[in-house]
């Protein structure tokens, strides 16, 4: 039986760590980046005696994804104990939520921009909180695995699919939608080389048209969106030769091995009665009232889904300029406030400045903000100086090189477009009487091009609108220079 004769089952948990200052249940810090067991406290190391003291931040922010991924939020969840032992998990069991999560039942949908029928709708079991483990390093010391237990107590979400995703691709994608709503919540920065994002996925096959889930594996260690994509493709096939071939699945844990693009078994899979749950005696439930909601759903900042739909329905975009200038928040911030300044002129075409800054941001500021890395507030161009720029080219005041050049001098000095424009001679004259004395010097220095025009050679136009670009002591309008041509050559044909 071949593969395409198997379908595969997906469902994924994604962990994003929360932007807190302070740990989930201590007050110490929850900052990334600090030198091995620097941020470290009795509360988060699990000493005897120790309580934890909840970090209410983390209500907040969870509120914010469950909300945005049209969750049902519970006014009463509880804290359980997840009770196993690792080396990085010093106190025996994990702060986290089982039967009573703050978040239930949503959905994300991976097409947002098609039809509603058409839309592949993943639904979304439940949103929890729970407190991060600490860190196994294994690679710092060949005969011993040292401990760093700053992460202990980071907060997270963990974000639950049902079994919707049928393809490698899609769970990638279904990662990246849930990185991009989390960084439009500025709730988690979503760096999945540092950990604040982790994605674990249960991966099982069956024969297509069967209702009946397969065994499934559970699939870890992807740290990126790529091994997502690699890793489960390698799974989904390792699966189905073994049921080609006979063999049975075995539930297990498998780890991936992105230099080697290969899973390998870890340990056999748990259940939820392994980890012994029971409700933790030392932190009350969490309450959610009507006006806190109110307040968190009022705060909320407008979705890309719902950005990019503006954009190309109000500014006439192309659905191509809208996913990529919506696609972080920041770079969508920039990009308003750039036409917001550059519009201020009710004069001014909304959608030609819309196109015109559209234009700029991907090409010139995102490639820009790539060689660098920097992020879009620190980029060295506001947006009110952007829209300088944007005026000029879109009143064709400067052409396309000369608003590049511009550009490139506006990020190393701190002067408007307008003072770059006059100081480099790179404004476009459109003064005619000052261009007629040119373009008949030119046409005179030149009968032979001139006679072969007039003949039929029409293509030499453009010969002539570079003599008087060169000839005039300044920057011409070429469209201004290429029209009166035509118009004196088209005189001397008459004559």
């Known amino acids: 039986m071949s593969t395409n004769a198997y379908e595969a089952v997906i469902g994924l948990e994604v962990h994003c760590q929360l932007r807190t200052e302070t740990k989930a249940f201590s007050p110490e810090s929850a900052s990334f980046g600090a030198a091995p067991n620097e941020h470290v406290d009795p509360i988060s190391l699990g000493h005897p005696g120790t309580l934890p003291l909840f970090n209410e931040s983390v209500v907040d922010f969870t509120l914010r994804m469950g909300l945005a991924t049209h969750c049902k939020i ?4 509880v804290f359980a ?9 010093p106190k025996g069991y994990q ?3 089982y039967e009573t999560p703050i978040c239930t039942d949503g959905y994300l949908d991976l097409d947002p921009e098609i039809e509603p029928d058409d839309r592949r709708r993943i639904r979304i079991t439940r949103i929890h909180m729970e407190e991060d483990a600490g860190k196994s390093l294994h690679d710092q010391d060949p005969y011993h695995t040292l401990l760093d237990y700053n992460r202990c107590g980071v907060p997270l979400i963990e974000i639950v699919s049902e079994p919707d995703l049928r393809s490698a691709h899609d769970a990638a994608r279904y990662v990246q939608r849930i990185r991009q709503i989390v960084r439009y919540l500025r709730i988690c920065d ?3 080389e540092e950990g604040s994002l982790r994605c674990d996925a249960n991966v099982s096959v069956r024969q297509k048209g069967d209702p009946k889930l397969g065994t499934k594996t559970e699939v870890k260690n992807m740290n990126s969106f790529r091994n997502v994509e690699r890793a489960l493709k390698h799974e989904i096939t390792r699966q189905c030769t073994l049921l080609r071939q006979g063999e049975r699945v075995v539930q297990e844990t498998l780890l991936w091995d992105s230099d080697r693009r290969e899973t390998r078994s870890m340990r056999s899979k748990e259940e939820a009665h392994d980890y012994r749950y029971f409700p933790d005696p030392d932190l009350v439930p969490v309450v959610v009232t009507g006006e806190r909601l109110a307040k968190i759903r009022a705060e909320l900042p407008e979705m890309p889904d719902a950005r990019q739909k503006r954009y190309v329905t109000e500014w006439g975009l192309p659905e191509y300029d809208a996913a990529l200038l919506t696609e972080d928040r920041g770079v969508a911030d920039y990009f308003e406030a750039t036409l917001e300044y550059a519009t201020n002129d009710p004069a001014m075409d909304l959608k030609a400045v819309a196109k015109s800054a559209s234009n700029f941001v991907m090409t010139n500021v995102l490639r820009v903000l790539k060689i660098s890395g920097a992020s879009i507030e620190a980029f060295p161009v506001d947006p009110k100086q952007m829209a300088g720029l944007i005026s000029l080219r879109v009143n ?25 424009a006059a100081e480099r001679d790179l404004l476009q004259v459109s003064d005619t009487s000052l261009l007629v004395p040119v373009i008949d010097k030119v ?3 030149h009968p032979g091009q001139l006679k072969q025009y007039l003949d039929g050679k029409t293509g030499l136009v453009g010969f002539f609108i570079g003599q008087v670009m060169k000839s005039f002591p300044g920057s011409p309008d070429p469209k201004i220079v290429r029209s009166l ?3 004196k050559i088209e005189a001397i044909r008459i004559s």
């Open 74 to 77: 519970a006014p009463k969840s």
């Open 95 to 97: 702060i986290s939520q």
């Open 190 to 192: 979503g760096n999945m």
């Open 81 to 89: 104990r997840k009770h196993y032992f690792y080396p990085d998990l």
């Open 396 to 420: 064709d005041y400067v052409n396309s090189s000369g608003a590049q050049e511009i550009f490139d001098a506006m990020l190393v000095e701190a002067k408007t477009a307008a003072q770059i």
């Open 485 to 487: 041509l035509i118009e």
């Open 443 to 445: 046409l005179e220095s």
